[in-house]
Nanobody
Framework: QLQLVESGGDLVQPGGSLRLSCAAP????????IGWFRQAPGKEREGVSC????????NYADSVKGRFTISRDNAKNTVYLQMNSLKPEDTAIYYC?????????????WGQGTQVTVSS
């Protein structure tokens, strides 16, 4: 079963930036719509952003619009989430997953995620 691997999380100060990466060892991501999700302590997992397999269509949660940018490099078999102007409320474990039609219907196994902590 497809399982993606996240990386790039770190501790960063408010206003800082991070770039998360999502890879799929042994699989080709070209055919999949890929979503980024996050789960903060005590909260349910929520969708953050998604990109269609072609890369032509993206969407974002209102809370991150204008600050986060999702992109993909199919040659590198990697999807990225560039996060700028980070806020403490962005603190969460971030996951990527194959997201059918960017509908929120996840068709891959959840990975370990990568921790993003925004704090001074």
């Amino acid at each position: 079963q497809l399982q993606l691997v996240e990386s790039g999380g770190d501790l960063v100060q408010p206003g800082g930036s991070l770039r998360l990466s999502c890879a799929a060892p042994g699989f080709t991501l070209d055919y999949y719509d890929i979503g980024w999700f996050r789960q903060a302590p005590g909260k349910e997992r929520e969708g953050v952003s998604c990109i269609r397999s072609s890369g032509s269509t993206t969407n974002y949660a209102d809370s991150v619009k204008g600050r986060f940018t999702i992109s993909r490099d199919n040659a590198k078999n990697t999807v990225y989430l560039q996060m700028n102007s980070l806020k403490p409320e962005d603190t969460a474990i971030y996951y990527c997953a194959a997201d059918l039609d960017c509908s929120g219907y996840v068709i891959s196994r959840w990975g370990q995620g990568t921790q993003v902590t925004v704090s001074s």
